[in-house]
């Protein structure tokens, strides 16, 4: 298994964003739960977010991340993948 940092900037619909953040996290949750999810919260004020997954590759961690409701909901704008191969902290392995 891989690391991968995912980078979501997210649309500028603030409504839906706040109405779907509960199961958004929540879904977040259970992926940290089943230690999938390494870590995750926003970037650069609210205006994306950055997740990091454990995944065999970088498309694994986005299919992964499809069922987010945040991308059911159509409010992720844009996302990125990058591996990510650290080296020092808690997700060295």
């Known amino acids: 298994m891989s690391i991968f940092a995912v980078s979501y900037t997210y649309t500028d619909d603030v409504a839906t964003r706040d109405e779907v953040r509960p199961s958004h996290r929540d879904f977040l ?17 609210g205006i994306g977010a950055m997740v990091i997954v454990e995944a065999e590759s970088a498309e694994a961690a986005l299919r992964i991340l499809d069922a987010d409701p945040f991308a059911l909901r159509g409010v992720i704008a844009e996302r990125s993948v990058r591996q990510w191969d650290v080296v020092i902290g808690g997700l060295a392995e």
Do not use: I, T, Y
Not at 29 to 45: Q, T
């Open 29 to 45: 949750r259970g992926l940290n739960a089943d230690g999938v999810v390494r870590a995750s919260g926003p970037v650069d004020g």
